[in-house]
C-alpha cells in the first residue's frame, strides 16, 4: 500500500530544513511536486532531507530536482546512498543538452534523398513481387475451383465490376479514340500531301490506331478512371478495418477483394480495346473522307489489302498484360493505405501514376519484342 508524499519545512540552526517522507513515485507524487516547489521558493535557501522518504523513483527524484532548481547543490541533500544516486543520475539528466543534427544541405541533402528513393525502390519490388505471388496463387486456386467446385468463385462480384470499371468506360473510350484517330488522319493528310502521296494517310491511320492508340488510350484511361477507383475504394476498407475484419473471419482479401477486380478488367479490356480501334478507324475515315475526298468504300479497302489483321492482333495481344497491371497496381496500392485520409490520398494518385509509367513501359517493350520478331 503506497502512502502519500509528504514534506514538512523546519527551522534549525536558521536555515529551513524541508524533510520528506512518504512514498516519491509516480504514483503517489500527484500535487505534492508543485506544493514542495512553492514551499522551496518561499523560504529561499534550504536544506534538505530525504533520509525518512520510503519509495523513491525517477518520477519523484525529478519532482524534488525541478523544486530545488538548476542550481541547487544535490551532493548537499541528506539521503540513504541508494537515494543520492537516484538524485545524482536524474539531476545530470537534467543537464543534458539535446544534440540537434542540423539538417543536410546542397549536395549532402541530394545524396541523402537518392539514397532513400534507391531504399524505397528496393523495398517496393519486393512487396510488388509479395503481391505477386500472393496474386498468382489466388488465381491457380480459382482455376482449380472452376473444375472442382465453380460456386466458389464469386460470379457476382466479377461481373458487377466488369460493369463498373469496364463496359461503362466504352463512352469515353469510343469518344477519346474517335479524336485521336481524327487527329492522326489530319496530320497525316496534311504532311503526305506535301509529297504527293495523301493516300498513304489511309496505312498511316490504320497502323497507328490497330497497333498502338487503341490499346494505349483504353489503358491510359483504366489506368485514371479503374485503377484509382480500385485503390480508393480497397483503402477505404483498409482504413475501417474491414480487410482486417475479413482476415480475422479466415476470409482472403485477395480471393475477396482482389482477384474479382483483376479478372474484371480482364475480361473487359479486350472488350473495350476493340470498341477503340473500330471508333478509332472511324474518325481516321471521317477525316480522310472529308479533307481527302477519299470515300468509306476505298478506306477499308486498303485497310483490309495494305494494313491487313496482323496489327490488330499485335494490339489486340497487349490487353490481356494492360489489364493485369492496372488491376495489379490498383489494388495493391489500395491495400497499402494506413489509417489516415493522406494516406489514401498518396496511394491513389501513387496508383494512377505507376500505372500510367507501367504501362508505357510494357507498350516500349512490346515494341522491341515485335521488331526483334519482324512483326
Known amino acids: 500500500m503506497e502512502k502519500a508524499s509528504e514534506f514538512s519545512v523546519e527551522t534549525a540552526d536558521g536555515r529551513p530544513t524541508v524533510t520528506l517522507t512518504g512514498d516519491w513515485t509516480a504514483n503517489s507524487v500527484g500535487d505534492a511536486a508543485a506544493e514542495l516547489a512553492r514551499a522551496v521558493r518561499s523560504h529561499g535557501d534550504v536544506a534538505v532531507d530525504i533520509r525518512k522518504v520510503r519509495r523513491l523513483d525517477t518520477a519523484g527524484a525529478y519532482a524534488l530536482v525541478r523544486a530545488m532548481g538548476p542550481d541547487y547543490d544535490l551532493t548537499t541533500v541528506q539521503a540513504r546512498p541508494e537515494s543520492a544516486r537516484l538524485l545524482e543520475l536524474v539531476g545530470a539528466a537534467t543537464h543534458v543538452e539535446p544534440l540537434t543534427t542540423p539538417p543536410p544541405r546542397g549536395f549532402h541533402e541530394l545524396t541523402v534523398r537518392i539514397g532513400k528513393g534507391v531504399v524505397n525502390v528496393g523495398y517496393e519490388w519486393v512487396d510488388t513481387m509479395a503481391f505477386l505471388g500472393h496474386l498468382l496463387v489466388v488465381v491457380a486456386r480459382t482455376f482449380v475451383y472452376l473444375f472442382t467446385n465453380p460456386r466458389r468463385v464469386r460470379w457476382a462480384a466479377i461481373f458487377s465490376l466488369a460493369e463498373r470499371a ?151 495481344a497487349k490487353a490481356p498484360v494492360m489489364a493485369m497491371v492496372i488491376a495489379g497496381i490498383g489494388c495493391r496500392q489500395g491495400l497499402e493505405v494506413g489509417g489516415d485520409v493522406e494516406s489514401l490520398g498518396r496511394r491513389v494518385t501513387a496508383a494512377v501514376v505507376h500505372a500510367i509509367f507501367a504501362i508505357i513501359m510494357i507498350d516500349a517493350g512490346f515494341a522491341l519484342l515485335f521488331m526483334k520478331l519482324n512483326i
Open 166 to 316: 469496364g463496359l461503362d468506360a466504352i463512352p469515353i473510350v469510343a469518344v477519346t479514340s474517335f479524336f485521336i484517330g481524327a487527329v492522326v488522319g489530319l496530320l497525316g493528310a496534311n504532311m503526305l500531301t506535301q509529297f504527293g502521296a495523301q493516300v498513304f494517310a489511309v496505312e498511316l491511320i490504320g497502323i497507328a490506331v490497330l497497333r498502338e492508340f487503341n490499346i494505349i488510350i483504353t489503358a491510359v484511361l483504366l489506368a485514371g478512371r479503374s485503377a484509382s477507383s480500385f485503390a480508393a475504394e480497397l483503402g477505404a476498407m483498409k482504413m475501417n478495418q474491414e480487410v482486417d475484419a475479413m482476415q480475422v473471419m479466415g476470409v482472403d482479401p485477395f480471393e475477396a477483394l482482389v482477384l474479382p477486380r483483376f479478372l474484371a478488367l480482364l475480361l473487359t479490356i479486350p472488350l473495350l480495346t476493340f470498341v477503340a480501334t473500330l471508333a478509332g478507324l472511324f474518325g481516321g475515315m471521317i477525316v480522310v473522307w472529308t479533307v481527302l475526298d477519299l470515300g468509306p468504300t476505298f478506306f477499308l479497302q486498303r485497310i483490309v489489302d495494305n494494313v491487313g489483321p496482323t496489327h490488330f492482333w499485335v494490339g489486340m
